[in-house]
């Protein structure tokens, strides 16, 4: 039985506040972007060390949000809500004070942890919305993964252009400590849907082989490719794993049951999350680089940090104003189709990019196309997961889904960094940059990888495995089929 306190609590005021949260939590993942080439210098520290204040935060939120969707249907969601909340806050505050490398690593780990929020904050929304609002509603949480990390990056240029780099910090400690109020204080408590025990070798060994694997991904290019560090990082990690996914599916109540993620329409819609993830991080790591670039090579565009920030914020809007749109089409069309559409729409944004990048409005055009088709995608993913996975196991299905999300992005941050410096000119001052082939062939990977997802997507049968709650029992999907499939399936 539901808190006699859930039933005053009003549904939209709820998915407000998971939606702001989820925001903010977001907004960490581009929060020191702008200040990145000065970290070496602020930290008195070299660039190789410099470069982990974003990596912790990557490494960390890959690891946290599997983590917090399991314990979330162990413990509850609100608990683990608001401990992410206090998490980000405890985070912000360590680098809001600090001015040495070590406790900003562990402050933006911190930070980086919080990301477990927004997973729980999704499968939380199946709890307490009224059918009419579900898919709205998780069209809008899912879409702050794009869209935080798209208007963090001209607030926190704005900031760091005109006060002091630990400002960034307050700021975040501030919108932090709202968050967790606001989760405290609005978030209505329910009783977990699962009853089980948290499964800690399960969540250690993910840790270890996600850390391994994605921190090789992620450095790569700064350790060497074929380095004995890169190739054990990656390999040692990707072993990790594999005995990790033995464990798991011979534990009784392992942290991610792999029986249930290995089900065709969940293993494929994971898979394309991998690579609408590639998708999404290629036009975040491409157009910032080709908008700042100097005139002076005849394709670049010459604007500031801060202006770069601007043209790319729009991008972030486009997410939320499609919020509506990607609801109705997941009623009308279901979950399949739309992500399908929505990796298609990716791919026409970045091959407007390809071919039409000569002036920053053209990019402009190319970003808000590729972003609508995120927020599309972003929405259909976890509706397909929660609509084919028990209600005891949903906060961990969304966590995965979320994790690969997060590897498709790094993975696309390497592929990038390798493409754009295997061929280089001088632009003069000894200066060199990617010449203007390499930024059209990123483009062009990056669509051919969201196509890859469309027809990943479409492998997955228009029919539906039947969703089960905490009890057991069936009911029908919700969101996932015209009303041609419903009658049928009745």
């Not at 002091?164 to 307050?170: A, E, G, I, R, S």
């Not at 486009?318 to 009308?332: C, G, N, W, Y």
């Not at 990943?456 to 996932?480: E, F």
């Amino acid at each position: 039985m539901n808190h006699p306190r859930d039933r005053a609590t009003a549904p939209l005021a709820v998915i407000l506040v998971l939606g702001f949260s989820s925001m903010c939590a977001s907004l960490m993942q581009s929060l020191v972007i702008p200040i990145q080439p000065e970290l070496p210098r602020l930290l008195d520290t070299a660039p190789d060390n410099a470069a982990w204040v974003v990596t912790a935060t990557l490494l960390a939120g890959g690891v946290a949000m599997p983590v917090a969707g399991r314990l979330a249907d162990i413990r509850g969601r609100k608990p683990v809500l608001v401990a992410s909340a206090l998490i980000l806050l405890a985070g912000s505050l360590i680098c809001a004070v600090s001015s040495s490398l070590v406790p900003v690593l562990v402050g933006r780990a911190l930070q980086g942890l919080a990301m477990g929020y927004v997973p729980v904050a999704i499968s939380f929304v199946r709890e307490i919305a009224p059918p009419t609002m579900q898919n709205s509603a998780v069209a809008g949480i899912s879409a702050t993964l794009g869209v935080g990390g798209a208007l963090g990056l001209p607030l926190s240029a704005w900031i760091a252009q005109d006060h002091d780099w630990h400002t960034l910090f307050w700021v975040s400690s501030a919108l932090a400590a709202v968050m967790a109020v606001l989760s405290l204080v609005v978030l209505p408590h329910r009783r977990p849907v699962a009853r089980a025990r948290f499964d800690p070798v399960g969540a250690i060994g993910l840790a270890i082989g996600v850390v391994a694997v994605l921190g090789g991904i992620s450095k790569g290019g700064d350790w060497g490719w074929t380095s004995p560090v890169t190739l054990f990082a990656v390999i040692g990690g990707a072993a990790v794993l594999l005995a990790w996914g033995l464990y798991e599916t011979r534990h009784d109540q392992p942290l991610v049951d792999l029986r249930t993620t290995a089900r065709r329409p969940i293993l494929l819609t994971n898979i394309a999350a991998l690579l609408v993830g590639f998708g999404m991080m290629a036009q975040s790591i491409v157009v910032p680089q080709l908008l700042q670039l100097p005139e002076s090579t005849g394709y670049g565009l010459g604007q500031s940090m801060l202006e770069a920030g601007m043209w790319m914020a729009p991008g972030g809007l486009m997410m939320l104003a499609f919020t509506p749109i990607s609801s109705r089409m997941l009623t009308r069309l279901g979950g399949r189709t739309t992500l399908a559409l929505g990796a298609g729409v990716i791919a026409v944004g970045y091959l407007v990019a390809a071919f039409f990048a000569h002036a920053p409005w053209q990019l402009l055009v190319s970003t808000c196309i590729a972003s609508a088709g995120v927020g599309i995608g972003y929405a259909a993913m976890p509706t397909l997961i929660l609509e084919n996975s028990p209600a005891s196991e949903a906060g961990a299905g969304v966590g995965l889904n979320s994790l690969m999300r997060s590897m498709g992005t790094t993975i696309a941050g390497s592929v990038m960094a390798i493409v754009l410096t295997s061929r280089l000119i001088d632009i003069g001052g000894g200066v060199q940059a990617p010449t203007q082939e390499m930024f059209r062939l990123c483009f062009l990977i990056g669509a051919g990888a969201a196509v890859a997802g469309a027809l990943v997507v479409l492998l997955i049968r228009s029919g539906h495995r039947p969703n089960h709650t905490a009890t057991g029992a069936p009911t029908p999907p919700a969101g996932d089929a015209g009303p041609k499939d419903l009658a049928r399936a009745r």
